[in-house]
C-alpha cells in the first residue's frame, strides 16, 4: 500500500506493479518538489540477489512497457524499447546479438525455441539467425552448441519453431541462450515473445 501526503494539487500521475516472477515492486513517482518521502507498509526488505533471479520458466512476452524481461543487448543492438507488448531494438554494426537472462532448464522438457518476430532487412543484410546456448557443463559460448535458422524477410510477422533437440550439444541443464537476429548493419527486429517448449 502507497501512502502519499495530502496536497493541494492533483498528483502527477504514478505508478506500481508487482513483478510475481522477480518478487519485485517497481515504482514510477512523478513530483514536483524537490524530496519526496514514500512509506511502504506491509512489506519486508530483502537483497534483490536472493530472489528468484534464475528463470525457470523460459517465457519471456514483454507484457510491461520499459521491461525487457531481462534480455539485454550485448552486441552491435541499439539499447531495448519495450511498449505494448513487443521488444523493438535494430542492429547498429555487423554482428548483433543479445542474451536472455539466466535460465535453467533441463533439455529434455525443453527442445524448442519458439519465436514471434518481425524483421526488415535493408540491402545487404544477411537474413540468418543463430540461437546459441550454454550449459551448467559447459557455460561457455561456442558454434557446436548453435543452430541456424533462416529469418522472414518479407517484414511481416511469423512465428518461428526451432527444433533445438536436433544438435547433440543440446543436453543437460541449459543456463542461458543467445539469439542472433541476422547479420549486419540496420535490421530492424521487433519481438513479441520467445518461449523455450
Known amino acids: 500500500r502507497l501512502l502519499f501526503p495530502a496536497s493541494p494539487q492533483p498528483p502527477i500521475p504514478n505508478s506500481f506493479r508487482y513483478d510475481p516472477r522477480r518478487k519485485l515492486a517497481l ?10 518521502t514514500v512509506r511502504l507498509t506491509g512489506v519486508q526488505p530483502t537483497v534483490y540477489e536472493l530472489l528468484g533471479i534464475v528463470w525457470e520458466q523460459p517465457v519471456w512476452e514483454f507484457n510491461f512497457d520499459d ?3 531481462d534480455w539485454t543487448p550485448v552486441n552491435d ?16 554494426g555487423g554482428d548483433p ?11 529434455t522438457k525443453f527442445k524448442r525455441l519458439v519465436l514471434r518476430l518481425r524483421v526488415q532487412f535493408p540491402a545487404g543484410a544477411y537474413p540468418i539467425g543463430q ?7 559447459d557455460p561457455n559460448w561456442s558454434e557446436s552448441k548453435s543452430l541456424r535458422f533462416t529469418l522472414p524477410t518479407d517484414g511481416q510477422w511469423h512465428e518461428l519453431r526451432i527444433d533445438l533437440s536436433q544438435s547433440p550439444e543440446w ?4 543456463t542461458q541462450i543467445r539469439l542472433d537476429p541476422g547479420g549486419g548493419a540496420g535490421i530492424v527486429v521487433e519481438i513479441d515473445h520467445v518461449r523455450l517448449e
Do not use: C, N
Not at 543492438?77 to 547498429?92: C, D, M, N, Q, Y
Not at 540461437?131 to 557443463?137: A, H, K, N
Open 131 to 137: 540461437v546459441f546456448w550454454v550449459r551448467e557443463d
Open 97 to 107: 546479438y543479445m542474451h536472455s537472462p539466466q535460465i535453467r532448464i533441463d533439455s
Open 27 to 36: 515504482l514510477q513517482l512523478r513530483h514536483e518538489t524537490g524530496k519526496l
Open 77 to 92: 543492438l541499439a539499447p531495448f524499447e519495450v511498449k505494448g507488448g513487443i521488444l523493438r531494438t535494430r542492429s547498429v
Open 171 to 174: 543436453r543437460g541443464t541449459i
Open 67 to 69: 521491461d525487457p524481461d
